[in-house]
């Protein structure tokens, strides 16, 4: 057993659990946290996808019954089935242009510069939206939003392709 290599794997564990349910983009911390501890290459990135897969399971897992009362639902709420036009409406934009660019992305943007570049960016893109234009909450809840807003959504989420960017919505 390589104690080395489980000490990368605990650390960059840590980095995904403490990452991924912030507001921050937790593929850009493992990209730096793994250029820090020299784990890349083809290894680490079967590792991210390893770890990622947990994270989303758990979001899954958390969501199962507002999910089960969606599907259960589609024949007969009309709040179920604009829930699921909105959620695939906002699929959309990351979905087009993710097919689009999807191997320039990954061949110039997954490596440590540009993601501490977006993280830098977007912090301050970030501070300038809170000290400058004060934004007010105009959709308070899922159910409440229009394809527009689901669209917006969509848009803002698209910006996540680039590691390190966090979209804030």
């Known amino acids: 057993m390589d104690l080395v290599l489980l000490a990368k794997a605990l650390v960059l564990g840590v980095v995904e659990g403490l990452t991924e349910f912030l507001p921050i983009s937790s593929t850009g911390h493992l990209i730096l946290a793994g250029e820090l501890l020299g784990f890349n290459g083809d290894k680490a990135k079967v590792f991210e996808i390893v770890i990622q897969t947990g994270a989303m399971l758990a979001i899954v897992w958390e969501y199962r019954m507002k999910f089960w009362r969606v599907a259960a639902g589609l024949t007969g709420e009309p709040a179920a089935r604009r829930f699921v036009a909105n959620l695939v409406v906002a699929f959309v934009p ?76």
């Not at 939206?129 to 969509?154: F, H, I, N, Q, Y």
């Open 94 to 169: 990351a979905a087009v242009l993710g097919l689009a660019f999807g191997k320039l992305i990954k061949s110039y943007l997954f490596r440590p510069v540009p993601v501490a570049l977006a993280f830098i960016v977007g912090g301050l893109i970030i501070l300038w939206v809170e000290r400058s234009l004060r934004p007010r909450v105009r959709v308070e809840r899922v159910e409440d939003m229009t394809w527009r807003d689901a669209l917006k959504v969509g848009f803002a989420q698209a910006l996540a392709l680039i590691p390190g960017a966090t979209p804030i919505t």
